[in-house]
């Protein structure tokens, strides 16, 4: 499957339509951040490494590694694990179109090409022949011990001649290769049952991605924290369980407010109400 379209310098249309000052909100800012950078103004140590050196140590407890490395920003920690995984003239790293710049610039400075492919199917053939891809990928990795899983969106559950495009992807791929990886609201966004998905993949469903769904004062979807939307939790949780999940990944694409308060929320509800 390959689709060209005409580049937008050359008349065609743009990829991305959403406003560009809905992509700069984030970080949001709390008290507490900008009392710790004041700290360090007023003692002029912003030359030092005693305040970082002190964050990779509590936040490598905190994952209970032995290290931690501690970045200015996110462009530069990709940057730095592609140099630890040898990426160099010569190599070409997939990336999604859709996304942001740092998830390409990083290639860029270390000589590699950036390969940018996105799913788009029109016909079930186009569904079949990325089922194809994904099962070779699979089978690589688990002949090197690695497990294969697929994330889903709201878009594998379009219809192509009657089926569902995840349940083709999961129909035409051997388990082995590839596994499930749940996204509760994006199975409701796509008017899927997030219940049903759960028992449906058995024995293929080692991670699930636990996020609330809710509709807002206007009338929207909308993220919300666990136990805040209208998921019935107890219920994906015990069908995910039997149906062998070992990994449940608390995430939040957007936070009405300070994620960090987001995550203490969820962790909160899991903490009382499914630890069980």
């Known amino acids: 499957m390959q689709r060209k379209s005409q580049l937008v310098l050359l008349g065609g249309p743009k990829a991305v339509q959403s406003d560009y000052r809905d992509i700069f909100k984030w970080p949001i800012i709390t008290q507490e951040d900008e009392s710790a950078v004041l700290e360090v103004l007023r003692r002029g140590a912003m030359s030092g490494t005693d305040v970082t050196e002190q964050f990779e140590k509590e936040f490598a407890t905190w994952q209970g590694t032995k290290f931690a490395l501690a970045f200015n920003n996110g462009t530069a920690a990709l940057q730095s694990a592609m140099f630890g995984c040898k990426v160099s003239v010569g190599n070409e790293i997939i990336c999604p179109s859709v996304t942001y710049w740092a998830s390409a610039l990083p290639c860029f400075s270390l000589g590699a090409t950036v390969v940018f492919a996105d799913i788009d199917p029109e016909t079930l053939d186009d569904v079949k022949a990325l089922a194809v891809d994904l099962n070779v990928a699979g089978k690589v990795l688990h002949e090197g011990g690695k497990v294969f899983t697929y ?126």
């Open 151 to 276: 994330h889903n969106h709201q878009i594998e559950f379009r219809r192509f001649e009657g089926r569902l495009m995840l349940e083709v992807l999961y129909e035409e791929t051997d388990p082995r290769y590839l596994q499930g990886e749940i996204d509760t609201y994006w199975v409701q966004y796509g008017g899927g049952d997030p219940v049903a998905w759960c028992k449906q993949l058995k024995d293929r469903l080692p991670l699930l991605h636990m996020k609330d769904y809710i509709i807002t004062a206007e009338n929207k979807p909308a993220f919300a924290e666990i136990g805040c939307g209208n998921f019935i939790w107890k219920e994906i949780v015990t069908a995910a369980e039997k149906s062998g999940c070992e990994w449940f990944i608390i995430e939040q694409d957007v936070c009405s407010g300070d994620p960090f308060q987001s995550l203490k929320l969820s962790f909160e509800y899991v903490k009382g109400s499914l630890c069980f």
